[in-house]
């Protein structure tokens, strides 16, 4: 009996032939990642644990990103637990202004991540390195702290799903829609506590930037990994970055499944989730006439340079309505030089729009685009939860790239092809 893609990387990193879902085990991490909201509750748990200095310091990654630049003296103080505590165990990889980025856009792009790793990671969406063909997920920042100290967890093998996408996508649909409309068909609990693995010829023809956004919202289907397996498209990406050797595995041709999902990809128009749940999708011309005040554009889940591409290919030579606010937010430092060089920023700025340097504030409500009660934001971002991005009486709509540049022009929802 076969063993699925999750099960052969967790095997390997526990030292055994084989698991099984539901088994507990040991696992030997490769990387360990925090930011400037979890890090500094692990780092308090590590330094409780009476160890002297972290169990690998190029295997433990700190990203300033949530709260910076600095949004006020708390923000400030908890970066500077963080500064301190990367000086004093020479972590060579900790990520502050001027040289950071989103992390889950930062770690790939820095080559920090490869196929078949296991990384831990205090924030949700580490499962975005499930694209990577990586054993990627989050977990509390006391894990997170005896997994710096010891390079080491323990959990509990997840059951997999698989997911088998056909056909080429319609114009204006890329990973975002794709991955939208499957939570909108199992449901913010459907794999609770499971892998998701995504294949098919459709994920076969998606680029790294739509793999990225699809393992980024595993967690909001309650998936505790969502992965894909390492292909042409993988290998390009990761050979032209990789810091370290890595090792690919693959699911069996006989590998039992919890279930298997088939979708009609060629039928997934662009994509809308509605307030509260990432769960409540549906197309964006099924939407109705929503108008909305504020559209952001970037994020874990849709700040790459294909995303603002995407964006800026909408708004180029037209204008941000009036009553609404456009945030643009490369999604790393690297992204943002990139989009100056090809005049992306130059389109958003004509058009109306504000850009930011990398940040996760809008996201969370944070800082850089909080939302007062009443109003309605359109957003790349990963999350519409009851005040996810500010007042809890404001709402939240969840779209890719292209539909948040369309609206911000149409000051509604709406189709890129509608404005």
Known sequence: MGHTLAEQILAAHAGLEEVHPGQFVEVAVDLV???????????????????????DPA??????DHFTPNKDIPAAEQCRVMREFARRHGLPYYFDVGCMGIEHVLLPEQGLVGPGDVVVGADSHTC??????????????????VAMATGRIWMRVPETIRIIYHGALQPWVGGKDLILHTIGQIGVDGARYQALEFSGSTVDALDMAGRFTMANMAIEAGAKAGLFAVDG??????????RRP???????????????IEIDAGRIEPQVAFPHLPENARPVRQAGDVPIDQAVIG????????????????????????????????GSQQVYLEALREGLVETFIAAGAAVSTPTCGPCLGGHMGVLAAGERAVST????????????????????????AASAVAGRLAHPEDI
């Open 299 to 330: 994020s874990c889940t849709n700040g790459r340079l294909e995303d603002l591409r995407l964006a800026a290919g909408v708004l180029r030579g037209r204008r941000v309505h009036p009553h609404v606010r456009c945030i643009v937010i490369p």
């Open 233 to 242: 498209v993988t290998r390009a990406y990761v050979d032209a970055r990789a």
């Open 381 to 404: 971002t990963n999350r519409n939860f009851r005040g996810r991005m500010g007042h809890p009486e404001s709402m939240v709509y969840l779209a890719g790239p292209a539909v948040a």
């Open 33 to 55: 990642l925090s930011n400037d909201i979890t890090a500094p509750l692990a780092i308090r748990e590590f330094e409780k644990l009476g160890t002297t200095r972290v169990f």
């Open 128 to 145: 975005t390195y499930g694209a990577l063909g990586a054993f990627a997920t989050g977990m509390g920042s006391t894990d997170i702290a």
């Open 59 to 64: 295997r433990v990654v700190i990203v300033a």
């Open 246 to 260: 890595y090792r690919v595995y693959r699911a069996d041709a006989d590998a039992v499944y919890d279930r298997v």
